[in-house]
């Protein structure tokens, strides 16, 4: 079914406008099946409404725009008739002319009424001058021709060229006469109002298929993210990579489906990569700590300094890795607080990770006296210290004489434990403990720093000598 078998009564209910967007409608497949429905199901009450006319009442004079007789051929973008418009009201419709669209011509038309309007002198009436000769007329203002109406219009519109050249002319008299504020604001939300509507009934097939690859593109980025992390979890095992994995894999089907989409909606990409080209240098200024958060935080994921859970010292803060995201790592310290560190911060910071051992060592100083036995103090220490419950086996305990003090032979003892916070400080506590309790129990001294100051003989009777006189020098300075 082609749109010339459509019947000629049922386009008559519709004025010209309204034909020229059921024709871009008919175009599409799904609009060609509505638009049939629409026309079908009012016009069942058509025929009786024909035949109750009287036949010799004269039929109405059409309104602006007119029904037409025959539809004109459409230009090669698609489009039949163009809005002719001052100050962004629409005021009529001009169809297509030989080797000219329908657009162009509109927009050569709108273009010589803005030149007119941008003027400071006053604007003379329209008026129409008919060339009886060539059959057509000529809508001039302030002795400049305006446009031309031409027998393809008149057959267009269904009128003689003079009535339709005139009807414009009382159009444009009508339009151009300068109105209040209210009737201008109404007329422009009137005229965007119907673009955005005549926009919308055009765009609707883009539209709708736009909204479906958005909704696709949400389905497969998730789908995608799934498998990603799963492939991870079997290959990595590293929570952190699967996170990296996840998240770039669904960011990167996102970027493919806008494309895409806004390829549906008619936008050409390389425009858009030149605006992005051009809008690229002020952007990267104004989010610049941004940006270099988010890269840092893709490089921390990718080289994995660290873990979520593990216990590390970043700057001066320490505490158990919570959460890392591509814009800020989340730590809680061991006192309770919640520390979000920025990954620029991070990045640029040394990083100590306490927990990337599963075990630590841990060092605990004790000195003895000079007068025990070093080797029997050493036995005494690593029979203690092995008998601590969450000390490894192995590697074995180990004690070394540190250093030879004033007063003390300091021992260092060095033991492995769980790498986790909790478990070495508690272990180390238990050790410490255990050691102080089995050298005394030995007998083996542990003495404390002692100082020993010795003062020659002739010094002391200086200092004496000198305290008795001053003294003396207080008693004869006190009045009786």
């Given at each position: 079914?082609?749109?010339?078998?459509?019947?000629?009564?049922?386009?008559?209910?519709?004025?010209?406008r309204?034909?020229?967007?059921?024709?871009?409608?008919?175009r599409?497949?799904?609009?060609?099946?509505?638009?049939?429905?629409?026309?079908?199901?009012?016009?069942?009450?058509?025929?009786?409404q024909?035949?109750?006319?009287?036949?010799?009442?004269?039929?109405?004079?059409?309104?602006?725009?007119?029904?037409?007789?025959s539809?004109?051929?459409?230009?090669?973008?698609?489009?039949?008739?163009?809005?002719?418009?001052?100050?962004?009201?629409?005021?009529f419709?001009?169809?297509?002319?030989?080797?000219?669209?329908?657009?162009?011509?509109?927009?050569?038309?709108?273009?010589?009424?803005?030149?007119?309007?941008?003027?400071?002198?006053?604007?003379?009436?329209?008026?129409?001058?008919?060339?009886?000769?060539?059959?057509?007329?000529?809508?001039?203002?302030?002795?400049?021709?305006?446009?031309?109406?031409?027998?393809?219009?008149?057959?267009?519109?269904?009128?003689?060229?003079?009535?339709?050249?005139?009807?414009?002319?009382?159009?444009?008299?009508?339009?151009?006469?300068?109105?209040?504020?209210?009737?201008?604001?109404?007329?422009?939300?009137?005229?965007?109002?119907?673009?955005?509507?005549?926009?919308?009934?055009?765009?609707l097939?883009?539209l709708?298929?736009?909204?479906?690859?958005?909704?696709?593109?949400?389905?497969?980025?998730?789908?995608?993210?799934?498998?990603?992390?799963?492939?991870?979890?079997?290959?990595?095992?590293?929570?952190?990579?699967?996170?990296?994995?996840?998240?770039?894999?669904?960011?990167?089907?996102?970027?493919?489906?806008?494309?895409?989409?806004?390829?549906?909606?008619?936008?050409?990409?390389?425009?858009?990569?030149?605006?992005?080209?051009?809008?690229?240098?002020?952007?990267?200024?104004?989010?610049?700590?941004?940006?270099?958060?988010y890269?840092?935080?893709?490089?921390?994921?990718?080289?994995?300094?660290?873990?979520?859970?593990?216990?590390?010292?970043?700057?001066?803060?320490?505490?158990?890795?919570?959460?890392?995201?591509?814009?800020?790592?989340?730590?809680?310290?061991?006192?309770?607080?919640?520390?979000y560190?920025?990954?620029?911060?991070?990045?640029?910071?040394?990083?100590?990770?306490?927990?990337?051992?599963?075990?630590?060592?841990?060092?605990?100083?004790?000195?003895?006296?000079?007068?025990?036995?070093?080797?029997?103090?050493?036995?005494?220490?690593?029979?203690?210290?092995?008998?601590?419950?969450?000390?490894?086996?192995?590697?074995?305990p180990?004690?070394?004489?540190?250093?030879?003090?004033?007063?003390?032979?300091?021992?260092?003892?060095?033991?492995?434990?769980?790498?986790?916070?909790?478990?070495?400080?508690?272990?180390?506590?238990?050790?410490?403990?255990?050691?102080?309790?089995?050298?005394?129990?030995?007998?083996?001294?542990?003495?404390?720093?002692?100082?020993?100051?010795?003062?020659?003989?002739?010094?002391?009777?200086?200092?004496?000598?000198?305290?008795?006189?001053?003294?003396?020098?207080?008693?004869?300075?006190?009045?009786?």
């Amino acid at each position: 079914m082609s749109w010339s078998d459509l019947d000629p009564k049922l386009l008559r209910r519709f004025n010209q406008r309204e034909v020229s967007i059921f024709q871009q409608i008919w175009r599409s497949r799904a609009g060609g099946v509505l638009l049939v429905v629409i026309l079908l199901l009012p016009a069942a009450g058509l025929p009786a409404q024909e035949e109750e006319a009287s036949p010799a009442e004269p039929a109405p004079a059409p309104a602006l725009p007119g029904p037409a007789p025959s539809l004109p051929e459409p230009a090669e973008d698609g489009i039949f008739f163009a809005d002719v418009l001052v100050r962004g009201q629409p005021v009529f419709q001009v169809g297509s002319l030989t080797g000219l669209s329908a657009r162009d011509r509109a927009q050569i038309i709108n273009r010589r009424i803005g030149g007119l309007l941008s003027q400071a002198q006053e604007l003379d009436a329209v008026t129409v001058q008919v060339d009886e000769g060539r059959q057509i007329a000529l809508l001039t203002v302030n002795n400049r021709v305006l446009m031309t109406v031409t027998q393809q219009d008149a057959t267009d519109f269904g009128l003689t060229v003079e009535e339709l050249a005139q009807q414009w002319a009382d159009r444009l008299n009508q339009v151009l006469a300068q109105p209040n504020l209210v009737i201008d604001v109404l007329q422009r939300l009137d005229g965007t109002a119907r673009q955005l509507v005549d926009d919308t009934i055009v765009l609707l097939p883009s539209l709708m298929g736009a909204i479906v690859l958005v909704g696709l593109t949400w389905i497969v980025a998730l789908g995608v993210r799934r498998v990603g992390r799963l492939w991870a979890e079997q290959t990595e095992g590293d929570r952190s990579t699967e996170i990296l994995i996840g998240r770039l894999c669904y960011g990167g089907v996102w970027v493919i489906g806008s494309i895409v989409a806004l390829g549906v909606l008619g936008l050409d990409f390389t425009t858009l990569l030149g605006t992005l080209g051009l809008t690229s240098v002020a952007i990267g200024f104004s989010l610049k700590d941004v940006l270099s958060n988010y890269i840092s935080g893709v490089i921390l994921l990718a080289a994995r300094p660290f873990r979520i859970s593990d216990q590390v010292v970043i700057g001066n803060y320490e505490g158990t890795v919570v959460q890392i995201q591509l814009r800020a790592t989340t730590m809680r310290t061991y006192d309770g607080r919640l520390v979000y560190i920025p990954n620029q911060r991070v990045f640029q910071s040394s990083i100590v990770n306490n927990t990337d051992s599963p075990v630590r060592r841990s060092d605990v100083i004790v000195g003895i006296d000079y007068d025990d036995n070093i080797t029997t103090a050493r036995q005494v220490i690593a029979k203690a210290v092995t008998q601590i419950e969450g000390v490894e086996k192995t590697p074995p305990p180990l004690i070394l004489v540190q250093e030879l003090a004033a007063s003390t032979v300091n021992l260092e003892v060095r033991f492995w434990v769980n790498s986790r916070r909790q478990s070495f400080l508690q272990v180390t506590s238990a050790a410490s403990q255990a050691i102080k309790e089995a050298l005394q129990a030995a007998g083996i001294d542990m003495p404390t720093e002692i100082y020993t100051l010795a003062f020659r003989d002739r010094a002391i009777a200086d200092i004496v000598i000198a305290n008795a006189e001053a003294i003396a020098e207080k008693s004869e300075a006190r009045p009786e």
